[in-house]
């Protein structure tokens, strides 16, 4: 089964920042949209932030707007998130994804259009 790896959670007071990485060695990313998912318990999942599979087209969510960064690294085959100015409300496992259907220009933040995940990675933001 594909699955992608992501990492970069970790415990950071408010204020600070983490890079989260989402890589695979089974599927060129930069073939696919990505998403950047996170969960708190009694949550459902929700979509944080999608890079477009062509041109590089981004969507985030209103409440991380100027403070999250979505890019791709294609000769690392990585794509990362980075998450500055970090809140207590941003705490969760927050996972990646990959799809390649629908439009190859706009990614949505609708998890049945993803059919590869990663295993999740905590990010807790606590002082």
């Known amino acids: 089964q594909r ?14 920042s983490l890079r989260l990485s989402c890589t695979t060695s089974q599927i060129n990313l930069d073939e696919y949209a990505i998403g950047w998912f996170r969960q708190v318990p009694g949550k459902e999942r929700e979509g944080v932030s999608c890079i477009s599979r062509r041109y590089g087209n981004t969507n985030y969510i209103d409440s991380v707007k100027g403070r999250f960064t979505i890019s791709r690294d294609n000769a690392k085959n990585t794509v990362y998130l980075q ?3 970090l809140e207590p409300e941003d705490t969760g496992v927050y996972y990646c994804a990959a799809s390649n259907t629908g439009s190859a220009n706009v990614c949505y933040h609708i998890k049945g259009e993803y059919d590869y ?4 990675t905590q990010v807790t933001v606590s002082s």
């Open 3 to 16: 699955q992608l790896v992501d990492s970069g959670g970790g415990l950071v007071q408010p204020g600070g």
């Open 83 to 85: 998450m500055d100015s």
């Open 117 to 120: 995940w990663g295993q999740g």
